[in-house]
Structure formats: structure tokens, C-alpha cells
């Protein structure tokens, strides 16, 4: 049998165990928020990313069609001043400007051809960021929404254990709660129970004296603490 001062103790630990359990779990609470957030933010960004790789493509492509047209007009200049030279020599040196610039415009059409194609390929990478986001978002809001909840239901838990904890606390006398509240600041459990002679904390062995002060049916209150961690200790039989 437990002493009576141990076992309002225990009472009081079990409490504080709940209440330290709903901290940690409404301390996490944000942290996922923030997870869900930054998702989001990734899905927009790969959205945004892809946008503009599709924006500078087109514009490569505006500006590469406008060399290709002013190298074409270069082309019908050529053409129609080759048309009216009259030297054999003039002739045959327009004939080779023009097969160069003839193939300054194939190459560029061939690039425009590439320019295209990338086209394609990033509009297919865009509209898969926006189906992702799509197909996510409402599941993201949903998690944000569910986490608001978690929340408040945790605050409202914590409400009530916090008033059993005081509960708790007021028939402990003045000396066991004192030596309890300085444990609790170093571990949780506070009181664990004497195993095979070993603390239930630390799982080291403890003096025979503090066993037997841990056996001791007295009622005179007195506590025993582990040699080695001093939590407070008792006998289970
Ligand atoms: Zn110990």
C-alpha cells in the first residue's frame, strides 16, 4: 500500500503527464501549419517558374521571327540588285551573299523550330504545376482548417486538465510538493517505483537505506529518493 502522501502524488504526476502531453502536441500544431504552407508555396512557385520560362521562350521566339523577316527583306534586296547588275564579277559576289544569308535564314528557322518545340514542352510543364496545385489546394486547405481545429480542441483539453492539475496540487502538503515541483523541472516521471532494487527512472540500483525507507509502512510521510537521480521513489510489491 502506497503511503497517502504518495499516492496524492501520483495523482498529481499523472495529471502533469496529460497536461505536459497537450503542450507538446499543441506546440506542434503550428509547425505543421507551416509544413502545409510551404507546400503550397512550392506548388505556386513551380507554377510561377514555368510561367516565366514560357513567357522569356515566346519572346525569344518574337524576337528570333523579326530577325528572320529582316534578313528575308536583306535576301530581296540582294535578289533584285543581282537582277540588275550587269558584271559577271558583281554578279557571281551577290550570288555568294546571297547563298550566305539563304543560310543565315535556314539556320535561324531551324532554331525557330527548337524555340517552338521548348514551347510545347513548357506549356506541359505549366499546366502539370497548375493541375498539381489544383488537385492539392483543396486538400491543403482542409489540413489548415483540420489543424485550427486540432487546436482549439487542445486548448480546450488543456483548460481542463490545467484545473485538475491545481486540483491536484492543493492536498499535497507544502514539503512533498516542493521536492516535487524541483524534480519535475528535471524529469518526468517524478515518482517511479523501485524495481528488482533498481529506480524506475534511472534504473540504477539504490542504498539498501533508501529501499527500506521505500518499504516502510509508517504513515509518518516520509519519502524516499533514488541515491543517484532523486526522483522520488516507492516500494511496488
Ligand atoms: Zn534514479
Redesign the pocket.
Known amino acids: 500500500m502506497l503511503s497517502p502522501v504518495l499516492e496524492k502524488i501520483l495523482i498529481l504526476q499523472d495529471r502533469d503527464g496529460r497536461r505536459i502531453g497537450l503542450e507538446t502536441q499543441l506546440q506542434a500544431v503550428p509547425k505543421d501549419v507551416v509544413l502545409v504552407e510551404n507546400k503550397i508555396a512550392a506548388e505556386k512557385t513551380a507554377i510561377e517558374e514555368a510561367k516565366m520560362e514560357l513567357r522569356q521562350l515566346e519572346t525569344d521566339k518574337k524576337l528570333l521571327e523579326t530577325e528572320i523577316g529582316s534578313t528575308e527583306d536583306k535576301l530581296g534586296k540582294y535578289r533584285t540588285q543581282q537582277s540588275a547588275v550587269k558584271k559577271n564579277d558583281e554578279y557571281q559576289a551577290l550570288g555568294h551573299q546571297i547563298e550566305t544569308t539563304e543560310a543565315e535564314v535556314s539556320k535561324m528557322e531551324e532554331k525557330e523550330l527548337e524555340i517552338m518545340y521548348a514551347i510545347d514542352e513548357s506549356k506541359k510543364r505549366f499546366q502539370a504545376a497548375e493541375k498539381v496545385l489544383q488537385e492539392n489546394i483543396a486538400g491543403h486547405e482542409g489540413k489548415i482548417v483540420a489543424l485550427g481545429e486540432r487546436k482549439t480542441n487542445l486548448e480546450s483539453e488543456l483548460a481542463t486538465v490545467q484545473a485538475e492539475v491545481a486540483a491536484a496540487r492543493e492536498p499535497v502538503e507544502d514539503r512533498p510538493l516542493a521536492l516535487y515541483d524541483r524534480i519535475a523541472k528535471l524529469y518526468m516521471p517524478v515518482c517511479v517505483p523501485l524495481k528488482g532494487g533498481k ?1 524506475g ?2 534504473h ?1 540500483k539504490v542504498s539498501s537505506e533508501v529501499e527500506s525507507t521505500s518499504r516502510s509502512k509508517s504513515l509518518d510521510n516520509e519519502l524516499a529518493t ?1 541515491d ?2 532523486s ?1 522520488l521513489v516507492y516500494w511496488e510489491s
Request: glycine letters at 12%.
Open positions: 529506480c527512472g534511472c540504477l533514488c543517484q537521480c526522483r
